[in-house]
């Protein structure tokens, strides 16, 4: 199934590359750099245990309402239209003090399903059917029953789930792209997150930018360039039409 929403380095082009290599048994399943799951959902169960884990703390509840609050959010949801009036309306409203979870949750899904680019930031300006949109609520909510949700740092969720029946999933913020996205991603976190994954119990499979900086920090690992078509393409004829990308592994 598809996810319910878009995401900054939405895996939704290079998900089947990335699960076509992994492992034939792993007992559970940990994707760290959530985002809009689109490889937790690429199948209907990937493990015994699953674990859906973000540091955006909006990104997390709205996953949380999705799963156990579906109906009200949906209710909450009805009441709401694509329009830019709006979509400023809730880019001041959503981390207002008073808000319940729910509030907040539809404010910021409708953010991310009419921005530009799930930018959450400018109105997207494309026609977008909200009833269509809240009635995915209720498969997703169905996919969701049995993963748990976590907001934690990537260091602290492997403390706790990595196992050596583990399959672990990351997708970072890509180096050099860190400005994107809400929460700060440095340079010593890119170095951090190798040393975690240097002394992991189970088996990763991460998914990073071709780039020298991480060609270097991996090269003791397995390291394989894909290529994906370009989002851009078919909107800016001058952009480049691939995209290079690795996937790092552990075995």
Not at 139 to 152: A, H, P
Request: net charge positive.
């Amino acid at each position: 199934m598809n996810s319910f929403i878009g995401w900054i380095g939405g895996k939704k082009l290079l998900r089947k590359e990335i699960v076509k290599r992994f492992p034939e048994k792993f007992n559970r399943y940990i994707e760290v750099f959530g985002g809009a799951a689109w490889v937790l959902f690429s199948k209907d169960k990937q493990a015994n245990m699953e674990v859906y884990n973000d540091i955006n703390g909006d990104l997390v509840n709205l996953f949380k309402c999705v799963k156990f609050h579906c109906g009200e959010l949906q209710r909450e949801l009805s009441f709401m239209l694509n329009s830019r009036e709006l979509f400023y309306d809730f880019v001041s409203q959503y981390n207002t003090r008073g808000m319940t979870d729910i509030q907040r949750a539809a404010r910021f899904f409708m953010l991310i399903k009419t921005s530009y680019g799930s930018d959450h930031k400018s109105y997207g300006c494309v026609k977008k059917d909200v009833n269509v949109m809240i009635k995915y609520l209720t498969d997703i909510q169905e996919r969701l029953s049995g993963v748990v949700i976590e907001n934690k740092d990537f260091e602290d969720l492997l403390k706790v789930y990595d196992k050596k029946d583990a399959l672990i999933y990351l997708d970072p913020p890509y180096y050099g792209t860190e400005r994107y996205y809400q929460n700060k991603f440095s340079e010593e976190d890119h170095v951090r997150l190798y040393d975690c994954l240097n002394n992991v119990k189970g088996k990763f499979i991460l998914s990073y930018n071709d780039c020298e900086f991480v060609r270097n920090l991996y090269k003791n690992f397995i390291i394989e360039e894909v290529e994906r078509n370009h989002n851009l393409v078919g909107k800016y004829k001058n952009k480049e039409h691939k995209y290079s990308e690795l996937i790092i592994r552990n075995y």
